[in-house]
């Protein structure tokens, strides 16, 4: 017997959709049953009572949480979302209701057996709701109460070795996409590279020593299945230098209707036999391929690698061997200024295990050095860029300035030049000119 009457969250479990209701409902069953006898370390009926404060907030139309909260684990500025109910005689079991934030690993690969672990600490520790995963990526434990939150961190690092995840003015969880682990496009080991990066920066991580937020993301390739370039003030995206391999037996199959377009993604409507020419040719941005008496054939100088062709016919075409990364600078959700999607900062690096990635890092700790003293409060890297110039910028970061850094030049003639560069610097004499022109 439920614990609250929650008629409208009740409408939420009719549709093919699968219901949050229904599992939170699972859960608050177990929760009661508790056919494992778990010693419960909150209360036993905190996702009846979160259903409760759900249901009043879907009548009134108004959150319930209180303002803020600040709670977290000793040795660590972040990690730990701290929430408290506006209704706690209500619904005591989510008078606390602390969200903490686990690192994930990098692909979310999982064995049923961390997994399971896991479950156990929470369900002993914890509400038994999750989020997997964070919008970030963080494996999001939902609810708890502050005494537990030591013993969380406790059992997280000495019996399942993994760490908090990060929040607050810091660099925040990294994430990546699956990479190599199971995708042809892949350009350098993405899910490595973020794994390495985490953990050189791990202080960075969970000591906030920043004006604001920062995160990194990483793709495989610049089809962003992380969507680093939108999530992410240091987005890192795969690509190559060298041309596109074309197998031309397979393109033949392509043609000849034996291998479906897209790996077959739209066979769900019938959008007749493949045509090369108007689905590939005539769709390159760059004009740069042809289809010629049977044969493709690409100025692979002229491609931008913008990945369409290769989505295609990814049997026919692949990507080139001589492969890097592209480091994107400035993305950010609206507030304050605008949303930003990142910025070419870096037109290729190389993606070198060998020296630990210090191409790479050498750009994130100039990019970082320059910011930390010159950010504002809670300014973004991309708000520090539109007020100090993206100029200033790619200078702090040691980047050489490359017309690939720009979509078009300027249009207005409000252009700054250092003293040094001007021949005879800002320093005149008024006198001087009055000899020549006459007031
Ligand atoms: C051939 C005639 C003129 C030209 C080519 C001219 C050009 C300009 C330019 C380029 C600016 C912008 C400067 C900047 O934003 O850095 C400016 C600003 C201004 N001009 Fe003129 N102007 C002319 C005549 C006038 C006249 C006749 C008046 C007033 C009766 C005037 C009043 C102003 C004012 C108030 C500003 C704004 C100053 C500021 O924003 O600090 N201008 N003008
Ligand atoms: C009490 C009278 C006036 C006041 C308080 C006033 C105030 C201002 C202010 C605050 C600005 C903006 C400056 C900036 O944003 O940089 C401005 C711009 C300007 N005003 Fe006036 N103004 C007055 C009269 C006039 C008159 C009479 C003229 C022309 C005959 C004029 C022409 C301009 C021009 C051309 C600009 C520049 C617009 C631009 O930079 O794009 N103003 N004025
Ligand atoms: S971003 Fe590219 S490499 Fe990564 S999973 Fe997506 S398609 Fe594959
Ligand atoms: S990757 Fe894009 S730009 Fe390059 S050849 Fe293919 S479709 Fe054209």
Not at 213 to 224: I, L, M, S, T
Not at 251 to 272: K, L, Q, S
Request: with cysteine.
């Amino acid at each position: 017997m439920a614990k609250h009457k929650t008629p409208l969250l009740d409408q939420l479990e009719s549709g093919p959709w699968p219901s949050f209701v229904s599992d939170i409902k699972q859960e608050a069953a177990a929760r009661a049953k508790n056919e494992k006898g778990v010693q419960y370390q909150v209360a036993v009926d905190c996702p009846d009572d979160l259903l409760g404060v759900l249901e009043m907030s879907f009548t009134d139309g108004e959150t319930h949480w209180k303002h803020g909260g600040i709670v977290g684990v000793f040795g660590y500025g972040g990690g730990v979302i701290g929430r408290y109910c506006d209704q706690p005689q209500m619904f005591p079991g989510v008078a606390h209701f602390h969200t903490v934030r686990v690192a994930q690993p990098n692909g979310k690969w999982y064995s049923t057996e961390f997994l399971r672990s896991l479950m156990d600490i929470w369900d002993l520790r914890g509400s038994g709701l999750t989020n997997l995963h964070g919008a970030t990526g963080d494996i999001v434990l939902l609810g708890t109460s502050t005494p537990q939150l030591e013993e969380i961190f406790w059992e997280l690092t000495h019996n399942l070795n993994v760490d908090l995840g990060g929040s607050g003015s810091n660099l925040r969880t990294p994430a990546s996409c699956m990479g190599m682990s199971r995708c042809q496009y892949a350009c350098y080991d993405a899910q490595e590279l973020c794994y390495n990066l985490t953990q050189e920066y791990q202080d960075e991580l969970h000591r906030p020593a920043f004006p604001y937020k920062f995160k990194f993301k990483f793709d495989g390739c610049p089809n962003g299945c992380v969507a680093a370039i939108a999530r992410s003030d240091l987005g890192f995206l795969g690509t190559f230098k060298d041309p596109i391999k074309i197998n031309q037996e397979a393109v033949a199959a392509y043609v000849g209707g034996e291998i479906a377009p897209n790996a077959g993604a739209h066979a769900g409507r019938d959008w007749g036999k493949f045509d090369i020419q108007k689905e590939v040719v005539d769709l390159c941005p760059s004009k740069c391929i042809s289809y010629e008496g049977g044969k493709l054939i690409m100025d692979h100088k002229e491609c931008v690698r913008c990945m369409h062709c290769i989505n295609t016919m990814p049997q026919a075409l692949r990507i080139g061997d001589d492969r890097g990364v592209s480091i994107f600078c400035g993305a950010k959700a609206p507030i304050l200024d605008g949303p930003q999607m990142g910025s070419l900062l870096v037109p290729f690096v190389e993606v070198n295990k060998d020296d630990d990635y210090q191409a790479i890092k050498d750009i994130v700790e100039a990019v970082w050095d320059w910011w930390m003293e010159e950010g504002k409060n809670r300014e973004r890297i991309g708000e520090t860029m539109k007020r100090l110039g993206f100029a200033a910028l790619a200078e702090a970061a040691g980047v050489p300035i490359d017309a690939r850094q720009v979509q078009e030049p300027r249009h207005n003639p409000y252009i700054f030049w250092k003293a040094e560069d001007v021949e005879g610097g800002w320093e005149r004499d008024l006198a001087e000119f009055r000899k020549r022109h006459q007031r």
